[in-house]
């Protein structure tokens, strides 16, 4: 299941250097489901400590981690929203992306100039939040348009989504984001067929210099976007762009030393990976054999039959039982031999919902 997380910001802000990370860093698109990438998507392996104690246990013949895609959206300037700059371009990509990662600059560099002239995170994050609020608003008062002539009539789809594009409009028009707004589950239905801008999840990557990303609390600027942030409930990363180009160019061993001279203890490419994968609901599940021990990704609340799906449609379609153990139990038991022994291991059926560490053998026929 190909979920693509876009990374927006203006211009000299250090995304494209983290892109620029992220596509060296990236996995070989042949070992995945999707094989087929544009050359402005870049994919990445899910680091997880779990995959390699499995690989241990198991001692398999090859093992494959899950994976994830970023998309470098086109850049964003004052009026995007109105076809400034590459602005219609940067419209059309940020629709087909699942959630939003926002680089933000909070480092002062005199030789790399700002497009606004100053250093600004909060002025930053507010152009471009702005710039897809107008985007929004604009696709809502067309439908709008289209909706109100049937609510009049008392039809009651048009009447359900008329209240729904009403409460949109409304917040958008106070500057406030899709995502800010409480929804039934029925209007949320609703919301997700707008596919609105606003609407995505969005996490903050506070882009910092060299010396401070070791210690970013002590940077004024990162201060103003986790304020800004936790007022409207997001996540904010520090990351220095410069460093992961860096780093991605090592081996994991060089890579571990160097990060331990900065005195820091993950990568920001990591912990961006993990944050966009928490952001999406998204969790692992893994299978293990002899031939391959393998990590796949699913969305959490899935049940066992969808999971199977995501290996191969036949899985899904012939569904017979999910042979399962926890990924604690697994290892405390040394074995899947002794998990059987002591009953750790569970015959689950299509209703059975996957958890996240879950090792499964899919049972099916077809």
């Not at 400590?49 to 300037?77: H, M, Q, S, W, Y």
């Not at 990591?270 to 969305?299: C, H, N, P």
Request: proline residues 3%; hydrophobic residues 40%; negative net charge.
């Amino acid at each position: 299941m190909a979920l693509t997380a876009g990374i927006v910001g203006l211009p000299n802000v250090g995304k494209s250097t983290l892109f620029n990370a992220i596509t060296q860093a990236g996995a070989e698109a042949a070992n995945y489901p999707f094989a087929t990438i544009d050359p402005n998507v870049g994919i990445v392996e899910v680091p997880d400590e779990r995959l390699n104690k499995l690989t241990e246990l198991v001692n398999p013949k090859k093992t494959v981690p899950t994976a994830f895609e970023f998309t470098d959206i086109a850049g964003i300037v004052k009026g995007a929203s109105k076809g400034e700059g590459l602005g219609n371009q940067f419209l059309s990509h940020i629709r087909q992306v699942d959630a939003i990662c926002q680089v933000v600059r909070c480092f002062v560099d005199e030789n790399i100039t700002h497009v606004s002239g100053k250093v600004d995170p909060i002025d930053d994050i507010e152009v471009i939040n702005l710039e897809l609020i107008l985007a929004d608003l604009e696709t809502v008062m067309k439908r709008l348009q289209r909706v109100e002539k049937l609510a009049k009539q008392k039809d009651k789809e048009a009447v359900a989504e008329f209240t729904v594009l009403d409460k949109i409009k409304t917040a958008l028009e106070e500057e406030k984001p899709a995502r800010a707004i409480d929804f039934t589950d029925e209007q949320q239905k609703i919301v997700k067929g707008l596919h609105l801008l606003t609407s995505k999840p969005m996490l903050y990557v506070a882009n910092v210099s060299e010396d401070e990303v070791a210690d970013p609390d002590g940077n004024e600027l990162v201060q103003k976007v986790r304020e800004y942030a936790a007022n409207e409930g997001a996540e904010v990363i520090v990351i220095c762009a410069k460093i992961e180009e860096e780093i991605s160019e090592l081996d994991q061993e060089e890579k571990e030393m160097y990060l331990e001279e900065l005195g820091i203890s993950e990568s920001g490419l990591d912990k961006l990976i993990k944050a966009s994968y928490s952001l999406l609901g998204l969790a692992t599940y893994f299978t293990a054999g002899e031939q391959e021990v393998r990590a796949w990704t699913f969305r959490k609340g899935i049940k066992a039959p969808q999971a199977a799906g995501i290996i191969h449609t036949d899985f899904e379609r012939g569904f017979i039982r999910a042979e399962t153990v926890s990924y604690n139990d697994l290892v405390e038991a040394g074995s899947m031999t002794q998990a059987r022994e002591k009953g750790k291991v569970r015959l689950e059926g299509k209703d059975y919902i996957v958890k996240d560490g879950d090792v499964i053998h899919f049972r099916f026929n077809v």
